[in-house]
Structures are given as C-alpha cells and as structure tokens.
C-alpha cells in the first residue's frame, strides 16, 4: 500500500446519510409550509455543509424572511434523528478495521456540523481516530478550502507525504488538490461516475475493499 493515513470524507463515502438529510430538510420545510423535495432532490443539494444544502432547499435561500428559523430547526431535528436510516456503505466498517491492523492512520473531514460528524463516527466507527466538521468559530474553513485536512494531519501528527483523501464528490476532488493530497474518488455515493470524470477525477473504485489493493 502506498499510503499510511487515510482521510476520509464522511455523507456519501463512509455513510450513506441521504435519507435522513432528506427527511430533516423536509421537516423543516413542512414545518413552515414550503414546498417539500424529493430524495433526489436533496441529493444534488448536498456537499458543501448543512446551511448551503438548506440555502438551495428554502425558495429564495439566504433571501427568505423565515430562512433561519427553518435552517434551525433543520439543526434541532436533524441532531435528534441523524441515526433513523444512515447506515455504512457495504464494505466500510471491514475496510477500516483493516487499515488499523495494518497500522494506518485514519481520519474523517466533512462540512457536516461538528457534533453531527462526531456522534455518527463515535457511533459507527470505533477506528476513526479524528473526526473534524464545520466549525466556523474556530476559523477553520469548510471544504473545499484545505483547513480541516491541515487540522486532520496535525492532530495525527503525520507528514502530508503519507496522506490520500477519499471521497464522492467534486468538493472532495478540490479538497484534495487544495491540500496538496492525491485523491481516491468512490462510486458508490452520492455522484456517479460521469460527473466525477467532468470534475476532475483521476482515481475511481467501484468497492470499499478496492483501497486495499491501490
């Protein structure tokens, strides 16, 4: 294996989360009779954190008198229900069990909110030894901007040289490159192969255990 630390972003890659994205954003919307959307819908709105998903759900976005009331109780709801159908993808909870009996090095960055990110890794996956979302008030930047992969490697106390990234979207893709990391785009999530190609793709496998083999 050419790597030995492995930093992986969280909805869509690890955990396929878009059933409960999509029934929180839809609570919200109900609770103050907007128009609901479609799982599909909510699909191509994620990526870029829970506000910028909800700016494209609520008609008008940032310009919607109520935009706040109903990004909050997307927050509330969304913290009280993140376990109701979010589950790993097939192959994951066996791929990091195996990078850590071979002694690999691994973290998660996602835009998703910090306490999110860390109830559903300390939930689902024990291996994971740091787990970094958004958080704003610390200045560390959301991605694509390199700010939580920086703060992923710090805390790991490992060189950038011995790092890949691993996601499912063009996010991921200019994470990676503004982090000066190769990057491992995965088919399994939230964008197929054709849009990860258009963005830029380089690398892209079909299974979990496909990383072992790289």
């Avoid at 024990?126 to 610390?138: F, K, L, Y």
Wanted: hydrophobic content about 40%; overall charge negative; some cysteine.
């Amino acid at each position: 294996m050419k790597y030995s630390t492995y930093i992986f972003d969280l909805d869509g890659t690890l955990l396929d989360t878009l059933q409960d994205l999509a029934d929180a954003t839809n609570h919200a919307l109900r609770a103050y009779h907007l128009q609901e959307h479609s799982v599909e819908d909510v699909r191509g709105f994620v990526g870029n954190g829970v506000r910028k998903l909800m700016e494209r759900a609520v008609p008008g976005g940032l310009d919607n008198p109520a935009f706040e009331s109903v990004f909050q109780t997307f927050r509330q709801y969304y913290m009280q229900h993140s376990l109701d159908h979010t589950s790993p993808y097939e192959g994951i909870p066996e791929l990091l069990q195996e990078l850590r009996r071979r002694d690999c090095h691994i973290a998660v960055v996602s835009n998703k909110m910090m306490a999110a990110t860390q109830q559903l890794c300390r939930h689902f996956f024990p291996e994971i030894e740091v787990a970094i979302g958004e958080h704003e008030a610390e200045g560390i930047r959301r991605k694509p901007a390199p700010d939580t992969v920086n703060e992923a490697l710090r805390q790991l106390g490992v060189k950038r040289e011995e790092a890949v990234y691993v996601g499912d979207s063009d996010v991921d893709i200019l994470t990676a490159r503004n982090s000066q990391l190769p990057c491992i785009s995965v088919l399994w999530g939230f964008r197929n192969r054709e849009f990860l190609l258009q963005h830029g793709a380089s690398c892209l496998i079909e299974h979990p255990l496909d990383i072992l083999t790289l």
